[in-house]
Nanobody, 120 residues
Framework: QVQLVESGGGLVQAEGSLRLSCAASGRTFCRFGMGWFRQAPGKEREFVAA???????VYAESVKGRFTISRDDAKNTVYLQMNSLKPEDTAVYYCAADDYRVGPGEYDYWGQGTQVTVSS
């Protein structure tokens, strides 16, 4: 089964930057749409960004212009570059994979999450 492993989280000051990585196991990464989600304490999980198999990207309005999602199929990895971080970005960030063979439009696999904490 596909496993997703996030890394790169940590503590950073406001206006700082972090780059999250999500590595996927297996040989099927090329058929995945990939997404990043986050969940803060007491809040619902929210969509952050996604990248399709072809490289098309979409962002939540709250992160547009600050975050960049990208993928490297040769490395089975998706990235989330986070710049100009704000305390409101503090959350556990989750990587997710939409296996279009299983069914497009739904996320079939999820990582364990990585904590991002932004201090003011």
């Amino acid at each position: 089964q596909v496993q997703l492993v996030e890394s790169g989280g940590g503590l950073v000051q406001a206006e700082g930057s972090l780059r999250l990585s999500c590595a996927a196991s297996g040989r099927t990464f090329c058929r995945f749409g990939m997404g990043w989600f986050r969940q803060a304490p007491g809040k619902e999980r929210e969509f952050v960004a996604a990248v399709s198999r072809s490289g098309t990207t979409v962002y939540a309005e709250s992160v547009k212009g600050r975050f960049t999602i990208s993928r490297d199929d040769a490395k089975n990895t998706v990235y989330l570059q986070m710049n100009s971080l704000k305390p409101e970005d503090t959350a556990v960030y989750y990587c997710a994979a939409d296996d279009y063979r299983v069914g497009p439009g739904e996320y079939d696999y999820w990582g364990q999450g990585t904590q991002v904490t932004v201090s003011s």
